[in-house]
């Protein structure tokens, strides 16, 4: 399977930064780019002036959410429609920074469902996120919390090579703490039996990424864990370089 490395610039990023965008492109146009997707997540605002710089460039663009309905009275929000207009061929749906409450989002599983429903209505490819929290886990729920969480999360018909899920600790964001690499296998391998389960052998064809403090040092040995197919980036996809080195340990 292709690895997917995919960076979420999160409330980061004005038209200055646009540097570091054109910096990765030309990184990745240097001969012996690693055989993988790449796509940068970034704010709405970057969406439209990005599109021209990633035009034709192996990087994809994407987006960090979008609304479940196609169009209406959501102040403040933005549709399907109108990412996949700013050229976006992804979009990250479920992050646990809006789905915690303190974001005063609060979104819940079956919202998230429909979020990845009408992205793949408009073409584009959601990165569902999952992730249990610190108490979750040391309650010993974080595996429940996790399946609970994809179960209510996938859209209803599932294109198994248009979806991506993202595991994503909670405690391991932004923190610089990753999970282990006999937790991040072992969580990975529990998401990928569940999608089995769920979609017969198309489970097979999920991406499942994982996020929380990747950097290219600790890279390669997450991406050559059983079922990780793949990196969500925060912090380490602000800068070209060592957004660069995660992709090169893709390869
Ligand atoms: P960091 O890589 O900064 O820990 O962020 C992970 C993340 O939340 C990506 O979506």
Not at 223 to 243: H, M, R
């Amino acid at each position: 399977m292709k690895p997917l490395i995919a960076g979420n610039w999160k409330m980061h990023g004005l038209l200055a930064d646009r540097k570091e965008i054109t910096a990765l492109v030309e990184m990745v146009k240097q001969p012996g780019k690693p055989d993988c997707d790449i796509v940068l997540c970034l704010p709405f605002t970057l969406l439209f002036p990005a599109m021209k710089y990633l035009a034709e460039t192996p990087i994809s663009l994407g987006a960090q959410d979008c609304h479940w309905d196609e169009f209406g009275a959501h102040t403040g929000d933005i549709s399907a429609a109108m990412i996949s207009e700013a050229g976006c061929d992804y979009v990250i749906v479920g992050h646990s920074e809006r789905r915690s409450g303190h974001g005063a989002h609060g979104e819940r599983s079956q919202a998230i469902s429909q979020k990845a429903k009408v992205a793949l209505a408009h073409g584009m490819m959601p990165i569902i996120c999952i992730g249990e929290s610190l108490d979750e886990r040391e309650a010993g729920k974080a595996e429940s919390q996790v399946l609970d969480q994809l179960k209510k999360s996938l859209p209803k018909e599932v294109p198994a090579d248009r979806i991506s899920i993202a595991y994503e600790p909670i405690w391991a964001i932004g923190t610089g703490l990753t999970a282990g690499a006999a937790e991040i296998g072992e969580m990975h391998g529990v998401i990928r039996h569940a999608l089995v389960e769920t979609l017969g052998r198309q489970g097979e064809k999920v991406r499942i990424l994982y996020g929380g403090s990747v950097k290219p040092g600790n890279a390669a040995e997450i991406l050559g864990i059983d079922n990780v197919n793949g990196a969500l980036v925060g912090g380490a996809s602000l800068k070209a370089e060592d957004f660069y080195g995660i992709i090169k340990a893709a390869g």
